[in-house]
């Protein structure tokens, strides 16, 4: 079945722990992103890559870090997560091509940092 | 970058009664795509519709696209108590950093 997984699907964690939330895709999708929802602000894109080893930021990338070392997975990276970083995230891929094509998203991981 | 923003934010109907949701959104796009997402979980993808387009259909669906305009609405014709979600619009202009809108959420009471 073709999907999009994220883990873990909910964490609780405290300020300035590291963590890090795994994305993988079996669609053979060149490009995958991240976003986080926030109630009123609806989703805004952290990071996107457009194949291995190529990232970059999206509209919020502060507080964030991506690697893209395969093309299946793209793990998001908090550093040192604050309060203010307490979202739902979700993980999205797509085929490439000239222009922006259809999204497949992850479940979700709905993140709470105390 | 641009932003889509829904209209209404929240739309409340009868089983059978059709759903309008419009969008609009500020700079020039590539295209224009609808999601839905169902409480909590992650979107799926209703429909694409390109700048060059005028009007898309897919099933119950009917998209259409105003580009002099800078809007799109979303048609669900005959709607059942499944198509209770949340709907959003996003729009993208060539920088592969899509604006989702606010959403739209639709409430069809059986």
């Known amino acids: 079945e073709a999907q999009v997984t994220q883990n873990p699907r909910y964490l609780i964690t405290v300020t300035g722990k590291k963590l890090t939330v795994t994305c993988s895709q079996n669609?053979?999708?060149?490009?995958m992103s991240w976003y986080r929802q926030d109630p009123g602000l609806g989703l805004r894109q952290i990071y996107y890559s457009m194949n291995v080893e190529v990232t970059d930021k999206g509209d919020v990338p502060e507080g964030y870090k991506v690697s893209r070392k395969e093309k299946r997975n793209f793990p998001l990276i908090l550093e040192s997560p604050s309060p203010n970083q307490t979202s739902l995230y979700f993980c999205?891929?797509?085929?490439?091509?000239?222009?922006?094509?259809?999204?497949?998203f992850g479940p979700g991981t709905r993140l709470t940092v105390l | 970058s641009q932003q889509g923003e829904e209209d209404p934010q929240a739309l409340s109907i009868q089983e059978g009664e059709n759903a309008t949701m419009n969008c609009s959104y500020k700079?020039?796009?590539?295209?224009l795509q609808w999601y839905r997402q169902n409480s909590g979980r992650g979107l799926v993808h209703l429909i694409l519709i390109r700048s060059n387009e005028r009007e898309k259909h897919s099933g119950r669906l009917r998209v259409t696209l105003d580009t002099s305009k800078k809007s799109s609405s979303l048609l669900i014709t005959a709607s059942r108590a499944a198509d209770t979600a949340s709907y959003f619009c996003?729009?993208?202009?060539?920088?592969?950093?899509?604006?989702f809108g606010r959403g739209t959420s639709l409430i069809v009471h059986p």
């Open positions: 700079t020039s796009i590539n295209n």
């Open positions: 996003a729009t993208e202009g060539g920088s592969y950093i899509p604006t």
């Open positions: 669609m053979n999708h060149e490009y």
């Open positions: 999205a891929s797509s085929c490439s091509g000239d222009t922006w094509n259809e999204q497949f």
